[in-house]
């Protein structure tokens, strides 16, 4: 049973353009999501988060946008640049344990000149 | 060490064998997490610890699976008579306090287990 789920496994963007990364999750209990960054032979590095109270949370060039109703995350990037080049994963947790964070499958995010 | 250790990087080994990965958090970091990736799924969560105790065992696979922290620091996760589907990435993370939401985690490199 896949709790949160990203169904691109893979986008390729051209430098400049906007990486636009979706997730979806199933459960209502949900309410703090993070987004990880994954270079290849190297541990995921905490990107960006956004709570349950909130529908947006900017930083930089990422801005993340939450539509409860929807059971729907998206991470934005722009301008997308060669070295956001990564594996992205989608996370989210419950108040109740805030210490399992449940990951999706990832998308592989190419940006190419 | 700046940042989570793990080791070995790789590690091959029969079906049937015991194996055991080392982690070595952040020093001061009072949680540690594994988690493992099998091919073409997210991040597993396994077990969690604040200190040297478990509360959270829940998603250790089976009873082949064990993990323990000594000192609050060093963690180690034995995996007894591997089977073929243990092969994965496992990975540890930490956190200077608990709770994943409320801050940020760090990870390892991650060690890569064959079973071969």
């Known amino acids: 049973d896949q709790q949160v789920k990203q169904n691109s496994p893979s986008l390729s963007v051209q430098e400049g353009r906007i990486s636009i990364l979706n997730c979806d999750y199933t459960n209502s209990m949900f309410d703090y999501f993070l987004w990880y960054k994954k270079y290849p032979a190297e541990g995921p590095t905490f990107l960006i988060s956004i709570s349950s109270i909130k529908d947006k949370n900017e930083d930089g060039r990422f801005t993340v946008f939450l539509n409860k109703s929807a059971k729907h995350l998206s991470l934005h990037i722009v301008p997308s640049q060669p070295g956001d080049s990564a594996v992205y994963f989608c996370?989210?947790?419950?108040?109740?344990?805030?210490?399992?964070?449940?990951f999706g499958t990832g998308t592989r995010l190419q940006v190419f000149p | 060490g700046a940042g989570v250790s793990q080791s070995p990087s790789n590690k091959v080994t029969e079906k049937g064998k015991d194996v055991e990965l080392r982690c070595d958090p952040i020093?001061?970091?009072?949680?540690l997490y594994w988690y493992r990736q099998s091919l073409g799924q997210g991040l597993e969560f396994l077990i969690y610890f604040q200190g040297n105790s478990a509360p959270d065992k829940s998603g250790l696979p089976s009873d082949r699976f064990s993990a323990e922290r000594t000192g609050g620091s060093v963690s180690t996760l034995t995996i007894q008579r591997t089977q073929q589907e243990d092969s994965a990435v496992y990975l540890c993370?930490?956190?200077?306090?608990?709770?994943?939401?409320?801050?940020?985690?760090?990870f390892g490199q991650g060690t890569r287990l064959t079973v071969v």
């Open positions: 996370a989210a947790s419950a108040a109740y344990n805030t210490d399992k964070l449940i």
């Open positions: 993370a930490s956190s200077l306090i608990q709770g994943l939401a409320d801050t940020e985690a760090f």
């Open positions: 020093s001061g970091h009072t949680a």
